[in-house]
């Protein structure tokens, strides 16, 4: 990795200056922790899904993060206002397409999405994203499908086709993760198996991608591979704090961390190389 | 006890081995926490509540749990929807009238799910369960009133009229809880006061309903008794663990447990009898 | 300042002796942390926002809190409503404007509400009272900008005019709080700067006034102020227990805290003062 070409190390120091106003339209369920982890890592969280409102906030707000995990009727024609709000003003958009795959409607509002707004980030599990490239995909609501796990190189040239089909940075979450902006892949390696028993650990990546690019819009792949660097560390942090104890203390423990989260910590356990 | 007949030794084994998706129809006062005790028991939680995808999401999912918490226009045809394609494929249906009684909106609600959906399993307090009796019931909004307690063995003769004539399993939870399949009637001494410190409870109680009869269709009875002898457990168990600090941790302390509940806690702690 | 008219010391108990039904028409962002600090403090939380029930609810309510956090086409409607019935019903209402001015909808929602409901109590920041009394103010989303602090002389003047124009009593929110009711002004000194690195404290501090005021709702004043009374030791309270270990454990303390505040906290540990 040639540390000159993909400086992350500034990257918490820049959220936490930089107080980034992160507009989220995202799901019911997991959006207090959406909210808690944006101002953990230094951001400014804010949930505005009404389509009278949605593009109003996108012009006050540094980044715009879509999450599908709960889509109706109203907040889908938020989400597109919104996005073309992010566009027109040119700030990042971070796209989350939870459970795509898992029923027409949600199939339907991806392609909507990825057809009128130009995204600056794709985030999502192994099966989503496969769903998104096109490719045969399994789904289990909103969980990866195991048949969905491939080999790390084939993942990564996936998401580089993806990325350069989309013009976007295509980030792939699971035990390894796997980043690309269509001609660098990186992988990251941190994180921990309790991050999979506790709701929203991805839908709070996602938010920390708002952040993050939000900071710094100029420098994508770094932010992205900076949000998940933090995940994945928070996740491990958050394991040799609470333990084994069980979710409730594990969440408690992963906002902690996120709370705590330094350039210092980003380098000294940062894992990840370029592919 | 009859022990041959009435087996749920194996009941958190098989939810963790099936790992069910649980489908919710639910409230967003308390979701965040119905999905974190889904997962924490071992099952799936996904929530989609628009009329567009709720039947298909029923269509992946291996149980589903409607409560009434906070309704509207939109997710009570999602309501009606789901609990058909529920019927259709065959899956458990829980249903949690919260707030039976406090409202004509509530009411009418009920009525139109127990006139179009079988339901598998109906859970409330005592208010909620005597109003769709057609009983004489108070209501404190989504408590249960004082004066709604009666004997215990005049609650189990409700609930399994209730139930037979609902052809459901009835469960009626309060300092005792309990249940009965219209034959049976059983009587689940665990708990703790400070449950009905914690919003909630109840929602996560019908969610564990949600796993453990998605992983035994078949028993209804006995993954119903196992749902709240968890639930009761772990609120004695978060009670030791967390003291009376207050319902910060005693929430955390809750989730913590049913994290790590096991039929070997179940059979040990579990005290319940045969009414 | 005299004690004898100015008697907050019986409040807690009269909460937790009256357990106020407090409705909430709300946001879905910090809803559950609505819920459990109205269940700490002693009173009994529901949320019902659709116009078919909002009216009801409020009829067996104790106080409404009207929360603007997020808006839409279904909810304002019944803020309407739920407002109105309770002008008839001749209880408390208490209006959170999350976020006016940084929207014309949030703006057009607050006037809506103010020309139609009766208000008992506005809190806001400095930023969304400066909107709301028409004054310039900038907008950071739902955080106070740093530009509209100006000193707390002037501020108590503020929250005196808006008071007596409103016909309420104003409570302004910050590093101090400045409450009045258009006569006299009280300063609240207790709090803690973690307070604004965890998301909904503003919020909650609308939900313990909505306890507070259905318990005394003959002396708003002194309810308000037991309220920021309570929010601002619980802060201290809680970065006593959690120290500076992230917005994770915080939020756990301060709702232990809130589940333990007493008269005797209050009065040991209050700082306010009549201006």
Request: charged share 20%; aromatic share 4%; glycine share 10%.
């Amino acid at each position: 990795m040639n540390e000159k070409s993909f400086n992350i190390a500034l990257c918490v120091n820049e959220v936490r200056a930089k107080r980034p106003l992160v507009h989220h339209l995202t799901n019911y369920v997991t959006v207090n922790d959406c909210a808690n982890i944006t101002l953990g890592i230094g951001g400014s969280p804010i949930m505005a899904d009404d389509p009278r409102e949605a593009a109003d906030i996108t012009g006050i707000a540094s980044s715009l993060v879509i999450n599908m995990g709960t889509l109706n009727e109203r907040t889908v024609p938020s989400m597109i206002l919104a996005g073309k709000a992010a566009n027109e003003k040119g700030i990042p958009v971070i796209f989350d397409p939870v459970g795509a795959g898992a029923s027409a409607y949600r199939n339907e509002t991806a392609a909507q999405i990825l057809d009128e707004v130009s995204i600056s980030v794709l985030r999502g599990n192994i099966s989503e994203i496969r769903y998104i490239a096109g490719l045969s995909a399994s789904t289990k609501g909103v969980d990866a499908a195991e048949d969905d796990h491939t080999g790390l190189d084939e993942t990564g040239q996936m998401a580089k086709r993806l990325a350069a089909k989309l013009d976007c940075t295509v980030a792939i979450t699971g035990a390894v993760d796997v980043v690309s902006d269509g001609q660098r892949v990186i992988c990251i390696e941190n994180g921990h198996p309790m991050l999979s028993n506790l709701t929203g650990t991805g839908c709070m990546c996602s938010s920390l991608m708002g952040a993050y690019c939000g900071a710094a819009p100029g420098r994508i792949l770094e932010a992205v591979t900076a949000a998940l660097l933090s995940m994945g560390i928070a996740g491990e942090m958050a394991y040799e704090a609470a333990g084994s104890i069980g979710n409730g203390s594990f969440r408690v423990a992963l906002l902690d961390t996120i709370s705590h989260m330094s350039d210092q910590i980003l380098a000294e356990r940062g894992r990840f190389y370029e592919a």
